[in-house]
């Protein structure tokens, strides 16, 4: 019997990277993603990712004081050094902030900081409930119980999928919490943020923004400016409605948050920062400071025009309100069950047709805004999704339409 003369090892290899080009192929070049959660990086992104600083560590002097003023614990670091300190200008300039970390490794390690530097154990936090679209996190089962929090929730007006401002201002005076935390995974509309700063104020509270969702369209300026509008503590993830590699980034104005915040990294949630993602998110925030503007407003033309394209089709809920003024739409779960279906087996149906959603009725435009795609090409993803539901397949066609744009704002 003959037996193989390739080494185990190098036919494991051969099969990992089989597995990731199939990916590569599949997803990055033949599938219309529409999951809000998500986007596409640019090559000059992708690059810097796997770059020789995937490898490499950096202590900066900002946090090694302690050891007799030695700039670094590390040697060889002056071009990490330099690039994160770059990153973190233009973070600064976008975010209008006075301090800003590229430093989080996502936005959930960048909601523990923010937790960590302005709470201590017993505090009361509130937070927009996920019963009501907010992040499951910020939930007693969670990241409050590991910090020894309570959290209430944010009273919030279903109807116009915003927050209840009279009964939330009312609440958060009564509570008296130690931090508001405005922001949701289902994040459809800007908050007035005025009457809650107000509120906040007048309660002792700070009043934070996990703008995960909605960074790049923060870092745009098309939806609203969280900490030019009251906002102590802006964190959020680096890759969702912004561009950029997976990760986190906090940003603030008050010195003291921030002197606690450089408390809570090195030896305590934070360690090796991975330098190439940050080399990576540096270029992600130089390509926003460009483009941005423009990218932005296309994410959100677009959601309202795949919303109203879907009418008569896969109905998206407040099209009184204009559906969106996001990145997302949120499919009307009722309809959908009058057909039949649940999220996930509508999910399972455009999988097979090379559309991708997520599972829970969301929809997202930013992805497909990214690669340069607008209203005609909404009216052809709705037409698309209609063939699903009527039992057709329509693979070839997404295929060739995502075939025919390649990424933009780079």
Same mark, same amino acid.
């Given at each position: ?12 290899? *051969?099969?990992? #990277?089989? /597995? ?39 202590? !900066? ?42 430093? !989080? ?24 409930? *996920? ?8 939930? @007693? ?23 209840? $401002? ?18 949701? #995974? ?19 509270? /700070?009043?934070?923004?996990?703008? &995960? ?10 939806? @609203?400016? !969280? ?18 590699? =997976? ?9 003291? $948050? ?11 949630? $934070? ?14 925030? /130089?390509?926003?400071?460009?483009f941005g503007r423009q990218y932005a407003q296309r994410v959100i033309n677009n959601a309202r025009s795949l919303g109203d394209f879907l009418e008569d089709v896969l109905p998206c809920r407040y099209r009184q309100l204009?559906? &969106?003024?996001?990145?997302? /739409?949120? $499919? ?18 455009? +999988? ?16 497909? #805004?990214?690669?340069?795609?607008? @209203?005609?090409?909404?009216? +052809? ?8 539901? =009527? ?20």
């Amino acid at each position: 019997m003959r037996t193989s003369t390739v080494p185990t090892t190098d036919r494991m290899v *051969s099969e990992f #990277s089989k /597995l990731v080009f199939r990916h590569d192929a599949w997803r990055g070049r033949r599938c219309i993603n529409l999951q809000p959660s998500e986007n596409i990086l640019s090559p000059a992104v992708r690059k810097l990712l796997s770059t020789d600083m995937a490898s490499r560590y950096t202590l !900066p002097s900002n946090e090694f004081i302690s050891n007799g003023g030695a700039p670094n614990s590390y040697g060889g670091t002056r071009y990490m050094d330099e690039v994160e300190r770059k990153g973190e200008e233009i973070a600064r300039e976008l975010f209008s902030a006075e301090y800003v970390s590229l430093r !989080p490794l996502s936005g959930h390690i960048a909601s523990l900081l923010m937790l960590a530097s302005v709470c201590r154990k017993g505090d009361t936090i509130m937070a927009v409930s *996920s019963a009501d679209g907010g992040y499951d996190g910020y939930g @007693q089962p969670y990241v409050p119980d590991m910090l020894s929090l309570r959290s209430e929730p944010i009273p919030f007006d279903r109807e116009n999928f915003n927050l209840d $401002i009279e009964r939330a201002t009312s609440e958060i005076n009564r509570i008296k919490p130690r931090l508001v935390i405005l922001g949701q #995974s289902f994040f459809l509309f800007p908050y007035g943020m005025k009457a809650v700063r107000d509120a906040c104020s007048d309660a002792g509270a /700070l009043l934070g923004y996990d703008g &995960s969702h909605v960074l790049g369209l923060i870092a745009g300026g098309q939806f @609203q400016r !969280p900490l030019e509008e009251g906002a102590d503590v802006l964190i959020g993830s680096t890759h969702k409605s912004f561009p950029g590699p =997976q990760g986190g980034i906090f940003a603030t104005n008050n010195d003291e $948050i921030w002197k606690a915040f450089l408390k809570n990294t090195t030896w305590r949630l $934070i360690d090796n920062a991975h330098w190439n993602r940050i080399a990576a998110l540096s270029q992600a925030l /130089l390509e926003m400071k460009r483009f941005g503007r423009q990218y932005a407003q296309r994410v959100i033309n677009n959601a309202r025009s795949l919303g109203d394209f879907l009418e008569d089709v896969l109905p998206c809920r407040y099209r009184q309100l204009g559906y &969106s003024r996001s990145h997302q /739409l949120l $499919i009307d779960g009722e309809e959908l069950r009058s057909r039949g279906l649940s999220f996930h087996t509508l999910s399972s149906k455009l +999988e097979a047709n090379d559309i991708i959603i997520d599972t829970t009725g969301r929809l997202g435009t930013a992805e497909v #805004s990214r690669l340069g795609m607008g @209203q005609r090409e909404m009216r +052809e993803i709705a037409s698309f999704i209609n063939e699903v539901l =009527q039992g057709k397949t329509v693979r070839d066609k997404a295929n060739k339409l995502r075939r025919s744009f390649n990424i933009m704002y780079v």
